[in-house]
């Protein structure tokens, strides 16, 4: 045992050892010189739960941890006080349980009067919480920063006034905002419109303003916003809500943006379909089990389908309207009504349970629903409704109810809970009396909070008696009775320890030992306490009395009180009084409490009567927390702690207490339950469910709709992995792998789940889910929101249940649809055609009018040579607009007669750059991108530009007015046969790749099948033919390469042509630009054949304007007795289109009687070149003219082939 050490003192006044005995929440400690325990206070056994029995003569090292101890951290605390007067230090201290608390510890000399050195006071302070608060509060708010940096929604924070204080990368990249800023850039204003009116929003218009201004939260403002640095607008929906502190004052606000521009987009689509359907839509809710009805936006019932005429025995004209209230209960129709009419006006979802009378005059109950349906722009269609009859299930529920609400009363009667005990797996179900028995909230929220496992109530038992639990528990298994009885103690997580009667019985099982248990638990504390009395010696007092002056002067008390109840007089230090600015000297005196409790905070005022009340009615303990003025006008916290003695008849007597400063410490707390606010006011904004996790799948923070989903409390799940808290096992590890897979992808990915309800009903979520990064960049978690839908996986499954009556509708419906398809593309077909005609009629009625016109006049005025001369100019150049239009329409059939020449790639397309630039809009910006050294490719130039040019305006027309336009050639090498894209087969070989490329919305799929079809166009009517995809594509293919389209919707399209290299000069004689070649020396002789006399003698005419000596035969017949006679033919002009023997079969038999004779074939239409090159049907030398031709391309074709024949 420790040395004594005696205190020569005066008596102790009875005052002090009151306050030292009232100071439960404060320990004190007395330690002689030694380091040994003399003195242990109420606060200290509370503290650290020892008894001043275990402590008295124990070294006060065993309060400390071991690693304190092995520093000797209470020994350097004493000599701290006693060369300095004063020592100790913040840290962790052990509890009796071994459990660790953050303690703030203050280390005093005890000297006697006369100086002798008596030992230590050591002051505790139990400081855990506001330890916690502060990590706490580190805590919220580096997960605030990450969360909001990783979602993919867009977040703003702002202030009181609504000036911007936080925001996210989402947001700014919605805006088109630097990632480096907060905010709208300089003095630019936030650019939107309202949707619904097109007029511009207005500053205090803004979701996140009107909620700042009304206190409410701002859910679904859709409204269109221009991007900063862009002429693009973008949908966006807004979610805005204030943010409180305590006292309810609005502090700040938050705001989710969403882009919804392609739902807007695709909403828009939808609606057409939805007329589509909604003959299909009636014919199957005609055919459900449930009565339904359709109503326009005002509630007007326009529709009802067949069950609800043969349940109610009525027709249409009596119910259109509002007629439905004929059919419905008297008691219950005004109701109804009411509930209906809210849902017409507010656009609520309705429903409502109500009798509806049947044909033969008999009521039934009804479960009605009625959702509205949306167009595009989101306003209300119409409302579809149903009513399911729910008699029988009314009448189940009725007669459960009643036996429920019997044993209920009984059980509250006999305060009794009730539990339910799984012997196999130790899952517990409770009442929720069963939760009050143990100390726990029975709600959290507005669910019933899931009890404990077996293990889980078990850690609530007494340490001492849990043994006794499980042997009883065992013996009623073993036993015939299964018979459970046992009394324990309970320790709450809050309050004093309960002593419980426990009373049950084991289920036997038929082919086994017993599975379950149930039974009864009651409150049997009363029966089991006892009162003890410690009697308080003289030193003690005195040593009490000087613990508590040094806990005064210490600062750790700011104040003492004692309240004599039967006078009512209330007296208090000087501390005190500071601490409440009241005179000192009449808190000495003593006055009433009304005067004490007028310095307290109005808004607390009534909270500490209702502690005082409560705490005077049973006496113990009392404590509370509460704000009070002091002199210089300002609230500061304080916590006031105390004890109520009462009489033995019950009566209040005395209530001494002390006073504690906790300024600091709710400081802390209101920071952290402000970033709690915050996180939880963002969290419940998002629309649906929203959480986020940790790397291995713990939830970290979870909405409302998180909470309700799982069906659990959210205390029980945060922390915890679906695994853990999820009752369905394979949900949850399908939830875990969808979630590993997109952190491990670092990816954001939208997926469909399928889940449970709390209740067991199936459901369905979509769910887009993020990686959550930190600040290096790693993933560290995952955050998500979820949207329900289950209604429309319903529906897809009601159509499923129906599919030979859709069948047969949609087989109908398809039939009709096609039919109408058809007359519609016909139409359209035609309507292209008719465009086509009218335009060439137009044009070729220009070439007649200018050649007929100039024909008659040099008619009429030939000695007029300068005037002939100058009208047939006109007239051959008029000719030549009528060859140009021919030569386009031979290119759309693909017969045309292509001029292949080799072209520089890189220098065309920097010409069209520059056309481009000028003709497609000062909102498309043109780009070229050509490598150095690219070969030249071999196509018709001319042909090549207008294809090129056509390409360009349906790029165009896809941005917009607004984009980017590339031009791109590249060198291209095919080894094998292939199809890229929508291409038809290309030969192996080298191809030069000429690419137009735009930023526009892209192309569908089912759209992309069908461009380059003739007369197939997505253009309004009268705004394109569907000719200019079809023409290129025919260019592309008669020029010996194809056409490729690649797109998809929201990534541009880019159309390439792919041609061959020209790897030499062009073989066939090309015309145009260059005078007619003269015969040198005698004529050669020409045998000109054609069966029509005017176009015969107008070519031979030509011919011999160009010094040829020229025989003429009207056809085949007539020409081959001029071939076989002896005659010089030095070549032959035939036309291809002659009756009896056409110009090819005449080439090939003048051929075989003159070999190598040369030939040339005029045609005006095309079609066989192809057939004539590659079948080998004229085998000796032999070009092709098209009509019209003129006399130097005829005279330069004809020397061409006169030398290749040689002399």
Not at 690 to 712: E, H, P, S, T
Request: proline residues 5%; charged residues 25%; hydrophobic residues 45%.
């Amino acid at each position: 045992m420790p040395d004594e050490y005696p205190v020569t003192a005066a008596e102790p006044d009875p005052r002090f050892r009151a306050i030292f005995e009232g100071a439960t929440d404060v320990a004190i400690i007395a330690i002689n010189p030694g380091g040994h325990v003399t003195e242990w206070n109420q606060g200290a056994e509370h503290m650290l739960g020892w008894t001043a029995s275990d402590m008295h003569g124990q070294k006060i090292d065993r309060i400390f941890t071991p690693r304190d101890q092995d520093e000797g951290l209470a020994g350097l605390e004493m000599r701290a006080a006693l060369e300095t007067g004063r020592g100790g230090s913040e840290g962790w201290r052990l509890r009796k349980d071994g459990t660790r608390f953050w303690a703030g510890a203050e280390m005093l000399p005890l000297r006697g009067h006369d100086g002798t050195h008596l030992g230590f006071m050591n002051i505790l302070r139990d400081r855990s919480e506001q330890k916690q608060a502060q990590e706490a509060l580190k805590r919220s708010e580096r997960t605030l920063h990450a969360v909001l940096d990783a979602l993919p929604v867009g977040v703003v924070i702002a202030d009181a006034e609504g000036r911007i204080i936080r925001d996210n990368a989402a947001h700014r990249a919605l805006w088109g905002l630097p990632p480096d800023t907060v905010g709208a850039p300089g003095d630019q204003p936030w650019a939107g419109w309202h949707v619904d009116t097109g007029q511009p929003i207005n500053a205090d218009e803004w979701a996140m303003f009107r909620a700042l201004k009304s206190g409410e939260v701002v859910r679904g403002e859709l409204v269109e916003c221009q991007r900063f640095g862009a002429q693009e607008r973008r949908f966006f929906l807004n979610n805005a809500a204030p943010v409180r502190d305590d006292a309810g004052r609005i502090v700040a606000g938050v705001a989710i943006a969403l882009d919804v521009t392609e739902a807007r987009q695709a909403e828009r689509a939808a609606a057409a379909r939805l007329a589509d359907s909604e003959a299909r839509f009636r014919a199957l809710a005609d055919n459900m089990p449930q009565l339904a009805w359709m109503a326009r936006p005002d509630g007007h019932v326009f529709w009802y389908n067949r069950r609800w005429f043969d349940y109610t025995g009525t027709t249409l004209a009596e119910m259109e309207g509002w007629g439905w209230q004929a059919v419905h209960h008297p008691d219950h129709v005004e109701r109804v009504t009411k509930r209906i009419q809210h849902s017409w006006d507010t656009g609520e979802p309705w429903e409502d349970t109500f009798p509806l009378r049947r044909g033969d005059g008999v009521y039934r109950w009804f479960l009605s629903r009625a959702e509205p349906i949306q167009d595009a722009d989101g306003n209300i269609a119409l409302w579809f409704g149903t009513n399911t009859d729910v008699t029988q299930q009314r009448a189940v529920e009725a007669a459960l109810d009643e036996r429920s609400e019997r044993l209920r009363l009984a059980l509250e009667a006999g305060q009794m809970g009730v539990w339910s005990l799984d012997l196999t797996t130790g899952a517990l179900e409770w009442d929720i009396r069963q939760f009050q028995l143990f100390g726990l909230d029975p709600r959290q929220g507005e669910h019933v909070r899931a009890a404990p496992t077996l293990a889980g109530a078990m850690a609530l038992v007494h340490p001492a008696d849990r043994p006794g639990i499980e042997a009883a528990m065992s013996a009623a298994r073993e036993s015939a009775t299964g018979v459970f009885s046992y009394e324990f103690r309970v320790v709450p997580p809050a309050g004093p320890i309960r002593w419980i009667g426990g009373y049950g019985r084991a289920i036997p099982e038929p082919d086994g030992p017993p599975r379950r248990m149930i039974g009864l638990n009651f409150d049997v504390t009363e029966r089991r306490e006892t009162q003890e009395a410690l009697a308080a010696s003289g030193r003690a007092a005195q040593l009490a009395a000087e613990r508590v002056q040094l806990a005064l002067d210490a600062g750790a008390i700011i104040g003492t009180w004692i309240w004599d109840l039967p006078t009512d007089r209330f007296t208090a230090d000087e501390r005190f009084a500071r601490s409440f600015g009241l005179d000192p000297a009449v808190c000495e005196a003593g006055l009433g409490i009304e005067a004490v409790v007028a310095s307290v905070h109005p808004d607390d005022k009534p909270r500490l009567m209702d502690a005082i009340a409560e705490a005077l009615e049973r006496g113990g303990h009392y404590s509370c927390e509460y704000r009070v003025r002091q002199h210089d006008g300002r609230y500061r916290w304080i916590e006031a702690n105390g004890r109520v003695d009462l009489a033995p008849d019950g009566t209040a007597l005395r209530f001494p207490g002390v006073l504690l400063d906790i300024e600091a410490r709710r400081a802390i707390q209101a920071e952290r339950d402000r970033a709690t606010a915050l996180l939880r006011t963002f969290a419940e904004a998002i629309p649906g469910v929203a959480y986020a996790k940790d790397r291995d799948g713990r939830l970290l923070i979870a909405n409302a709709g998180a909470v309700a989903l799982f069906g659990k409390p959210l205390d029980s799940i945060v922390g915890r992995t679906e695994a853990e808290f999820l009752e369905n096992k394979a949900q949850a590890e399908v939830v875990m792998a969808n979630d590993r897979r997109i952190m491990e992808a670092g990816l954001t990915e939208q997926v469909e789940e399928a889940v449970s309800l709390p209740d067991g009903t199936p459901a369905f979520w979509l769910s887009t889910k993020a990686p959550f990064r930190n600040n290096a960049g790693e993933v560290v978690g995952l955050v998500a929101a979820s949207v329900d839908i289950t209604a429309r996986k319903q529906a897809e499954a009601v159509l499923a249940r129906d599919k030979a009556e859709l069948e047969r509708l949609v087989v109908e419906r398809t039939r009709d649809l096609e039919e109408t398809q058809g007359r519609l593309a016909h139409a359209q077909r035609m309507e292209a055609l008719g465009q086509l005609a009218g335009g060439i009629a137009h044009d070729f009625n220009n070439v007649l009018q200018a050649a007929k016109g100039g024909l008659a006049l040099i008619q009429r005025r030939p000695d007029d040579t300068d005037a002939v001369l100058r009208l047939a100019r006109m007239a051959g150049e008029a000719i030549e607009r009528g060859s140009a239009i021919t030569r386009r329409l031979l290119a759309f059939s693909r017969r045309g007669d292509l001029r292949a020449e080799a072209v520089d790639a890189a220098a065309l397309l920097l010409g069209m750059r520059e056309i481009l630039m000028h003709t497609l809009g000062a909102g498309i910006g043109v780009r070229v991108e050509a490598p150095a050294g690219l070969p030249p490719l071999l196509a018709d130039k001319s042909q090549l530009e207008t294809v090129l040019v056509n390409m360009a305006t349906n790029a165009r027309d896809a941005m917009a007015g607004n984009g980017t336009l590339t031009l791109s050639a590249h060198h291209a090498e095919l080894p094998r046969a292939d199809r890229p894209g929508h291409a038809p087969a290309l030969t192996a070989g080298t191809y030069v790749r000429l690419s137009v490329t735009d930023t526009g919305s892209g192309i569908a799929p089912d759209i992309l099948a069908r461009v380059t079809e003739p007369f197939f166009t997505t253009k309004p009517m009268g705004k394109g033919t569907g000719l200019g995809l079809a023409m290129a594509r025919g260019f592309a293919e008669q020029s010996g390469g194809g056409l490729f389209i690649d797109s998809a919707p929201g990534r541009g399209t880019t159309v390439s042509l792919w041609l061959p290299i020209a790897s030499g000069g062009v073989t066939r004689a090309e015309a145009g630009g260059r005078a007619p070649v003269q015969p040198i020396g005698e004529a050669p002789r020409i045998l000109l054949v054609d069966d029509e006399d005017l176009v015969r003698e107008i070519v031979a005419e030509q011919l011999e304007d160009l010094g040829y000596d020229v025989v003429q035969a009207g056809g085949g017949a007539a020409a081959l007795p001029l071939l076989d006679a002896e005659g010089r033919v030095d070549l032959m002009v035939c036309d291809l289109s002659m009756p009896r023997m056409n110009g090819v079969q005449l080439i090939q038999e003048a051929q075989r009687r003159r070999p190598n004779l040369p030939a040339i074939l005029l045609t005006g239409y095309a079609g066989d070149a192809a057939t004539l090159a590659v079948g080998d049907a004229v085998t000796g030398p032999f070009s092709l003219l098209r009509k019209p031709v003129t006399a130097p391309e005829l005279g330069e074709r004809i020397a061409v082939l006169l030398k290749m024949a040689g002399p």
